[in-house]
């Protein structure tokens, strides 16, 4: 049955009322040229049942995480995702709302931001959180921008083992803004040389960045790093994996003024890289910079409890000219669902979840070591990523690796530390002992055939 | 009305000049048409200003000001306790709400601003 809102009818009704012989009449301005004369090229119209099945077959063609087996990682990972986590974020009263424009009336969504910027704060040891971001990158840009505001300095130090994507995005934040971005090296323990940040410490730095654990997934020495920014005008920004929190120092205990991160591995599937969701938290000291808007609990005048937005959107309504932040939204459904996951958890659960992943990339390390031709090129600790150095480029270990139905990892390649046979493997607490052996066994096989030729 | 033993700016500043350091604030009637303040966000004690630059903002529950400083020097004090009570420039906009206060280059620079009589004709106006 078509949907038209207008009978023939209705339209010679409207026609009469304006005075036009024809609907075509309407468009006698556009040249004859520049007009249509045949039909669009279009298929025919399909049924429901067509449309449905036509999508259905072209769904089919992606070969997803339940059908293969993912060791990718580099910011998005594949984690377990408990039912109740989609079952709840399904009430309509949360996925059909759109954010809040008159918000103390959604008293429901406002709590659950509240309990996730407390969530936020608890995992960073830091004052305040916002009700998020749109992802770690953008999180990271946000970061950096409040910290030259803050110190009101132009320079920003990144470190080289950045997540490469988020270096990109921090670049393309700070074009135009006037901010000279450098980057601090990589000792060949894979982590930020502590000697070679301190060399780069001048009085025009207003933000140094570390990302730990980092895009290499190792534990980046962060007390050390700390202690040369501190002391100085600069603020050190820590972009951290939240679910490593559990197990590692937080922001706060190093120093970190400002903590991002990304929060997809709390119950968001990996979805051809999107949506995501990004968390900032700051010191008190900070909070009247934090993009976005924050919200409270406070009491009415009867005395029951309550949530207020306590800090709206500024940038949209009285500081408008002053924005250093054009965030107007936030993630709310993935915060909820990441609020969710944690709350389903609780504080034991998260310890044990960061244990599972220090377990199995623990037996990803016994696993493969003692493999002919492999190396191991970083010694330093890692939560829950590995490097690997192959005999050959990584690329064609990932195309042998596909064609077993494993996701093998990330090509390393392109990334400046290291080489391009290095290999970035993930396991989350999704991958099975059994799933960590047969990736071993793929690379010994790997590794014969290069023997061989 | 105003107190006599300062000047004003147009942007409803005032400016008390005492022994070559000038202390810096808003006026009542600044205050009362911002309404509640709720943050300021001051210059840094060392900062070199410069007269009519823009050196912080007075923010309250409706709107935001630039924070314009009347004179050229360095500044050498901060009200510490505008942090933590804001609503002072609201209460005591000519004493206990002051600003900051600027070492000035040149004291020259005073002539220029209103006396209490000249800005009264501005409010008056």
């Known amino acids: ?453 | 009305m105003v107190p006599n033993d300062r000047k004003y700016t147009k942007e409803h500043e005032w400016v008390l000049l005492e022994d070559g350091v000038a202390t810096i604030g808003v006026t009542d009637f600044a205050a009362s048409e911002l309404g509640d303040i709720v943050f300021v966000e001051m210059p840094e004690v060392g900062d070199e200003v410069n007269i009519e630059e823009t050196v912080g903002s007075i923010e309250s529950v409706k709107a935001v000001e630039d924070l314009f400083v009347p004179v050229t020097g360095e500044v050498v004090e901060i009200n510490e306790d505008i942090d933590a009570t804001p609503e002072l420039v609201n209460s005591e906009p000519f004493d206990g709400g002051w600003l900051f206060k600027v070492k000035m280059n040149d004291e020259a620079e005073m002539d220029k601003l209103m006396d209490a009589a000249a800005y009264g004709e501005i409010l008056g106006g």
């Open chain 1, 1 to 453: 049955m078509p949907y038209v809102p207008h009978t023939p009818e209705d339209i010679q009704d409207m026609l009469k009322v304006i005075g036009a012989e024809s609907v075509d009449d309407l468009f006698s301005d556009l040249p004859d040229n520049v007009r249509l004369k045949e039909p669009l090229n279009l298929p025919d119209g399909l049924c429901e049942e067509e449309v449905l099945r036509y999508f259905m077959q072209a769904a089919g063609k992606n070969h997803g995480q339940n059908e293969l087996t993912s060791f990718l990682g580099g910011g998005v990972y594949d984690c377990s995702i408990p039912a109740a986590v989609d079952a709840i974020i399904s009430r309509s009263e949360f996925l059909t709302a759109y954010t809040p424009y008159q918000p103390e009336v959604s008293q429901g969504t406002l709590q659950a931001i509240y309990e996730w910027q407390t969530f936020v704060c608890r995992l960073t040891g830091l004052d305040v959180s916002n009700a998020s971001m749109y992802d770690g990158a953008t999180a990271l840009g946000e970061a950096v921008l409040m910290a030259l505001a803050a110190s009101r300095k132009k320079t920003v130090i990144l470190p080289e083992t950045l997540n490469p994507r988020y270096r990109r995005v921090v670049a393309t934040m700070m074009r135009g803004m006037g901010v000279k971005v450098l980057v601090a090296p990589a000792g060949q323990s894979g982590t930020t040389d502590p000697d070679g940040l301190k060399k780069m410490m001048t009085d025009d730095i207003g933000c140094v960045v570390v990302q730990n654990p980092n895009y290499l997934g190792l534990v980046e020495q962060v007390d050390a790093l700390s202690q040369i920014t501190s002391g100085t005008k600069a603020i050190l920004v820590a972009a951290v994996n939240p679910v490593s929190l559990s197990v590692l120092k937080s922001p706060a205990e190093y120093g970190a003024e400002i903590a991002v991160g990304e929060a997809q591995p709390f119950g968001i599937p990996c979805s051809w890289g999107g949506p995501l969701l990004g968390f900032i938290a700051c010191t008190d000291k900070l909070k009247r910079r934090i993009p976005g808007r924050v919200v409270g609990a406070t009491t009415d005048n009867r005395g029951n409890s309550g949530y207020v937005l306590t800090l709206q959107t500024r940038e949209q309504h009285i500081r408008r000219e002053k924005a250093t932040s054009n965030i107007c939204s936030n993630q709310g459904l993935n915060a909820l669902r990441a609020t969710v996951f944690m709350s389903m958890l609780g504080a034991e659960g998260l310890q044990e979840l960061g244990e599972a992943n220090l377990i199995r990339v623990t037996a990803l390390r016994r696993a493969v070591e003692g493999i002919d031709g492999l190396e191991l090129p970083y010694d330093g600790p890692v939560f829950n990523e590995l490097v690997l150095r192959l005999q050959r480029p990584a690329a064609e270990f990932i195309k042998f690796a596909r064609s077993h139905g494993v996701l093998g990892g990330i090509d390393l390649e392109k990334f400046p530390v290291g080489t391009a046979n290095d290999l970035l493997v993930a396991v989350t607490e999704k991958r099975t002992a059994w799933e960590i052996e047969n990736l071993a066994q793929l690379l010994k096989t790997f590794h014969c055939e290069a023997e061989v030729k």
